[in-house]
């Protein structure tokens, strides 16, 4: 999977053997948007048309076109690690909290 991104907006890219094309999907909306092209020129082509359209519906409809993130998620680990979480977080003086967030931005930044 590749993620492209045009005008603060992502979408995920994959490959579609059924079709022949590839196929992208708009992240993070109230709602669905995907597009498909055959090369990168033409999927980012589609993926600002299917964004514009999207964005036209949610203004008439008056609807957010972001999905809206509380902040907070409930997270499962094993006994062992969350141990090892812990022991980390207090080695250095910190929160599981704060040490967990340090590892999600490391893993999602760029």
């Known amino acids: 999977m590749s993620v492209m991104n045009i005008d603060g907006y992502s979408a995920k890219i994959e490959?579609?053997?059924?079709?022949?094309?590839?196929?992208?999907?708009i992240l993070g909306l109230n709602g669905g948007a995907d597009?498909?092209?055959?090369?990168?020129?033409?999927?980012?082509?589609?993926?600002?048309k299917s964004l514009e359209?999207?964005?036209?519906?949610c203004k008439e409809k008056?609807?957010?076109?972001?999905?809206?993130?509380?902040?907070?998620?409930n997270l499962r680990i094993p006994p062992e690690l969350?141990?090892?979480?812990?022991?980390?977080?207090?080695?250095?003086?910190?929160s599981i909290n704060t040490l967990a967030q340090e590892a999600l931005r490391e893993r999602v930044a760029g």
Not at 62 to 73: D, L, T, V
Not at 82 to 94: D, M, N, P, S, Y
């Open 82 to 94: 969350h141990e090892r979480l812990a022991i980390t977080a207090q080695a250095e003086g910190k």
């Open 15 to 25: 490959y579609d053997p059924e079709l022949d094309l590839f196929r992208g999907e």
């Open 62 to 73: 008056g609807i957010e076109p972001r999905r809206q993130f509380s902040g907070k998620f």
């Open 53 to 57: 359209v999207f964005l036209a519906v």
């Open 35 to 48: 597009f498909y092209g055959k090369n990168p020129k033409e999927l980012r082509s589609e993926f600002k």
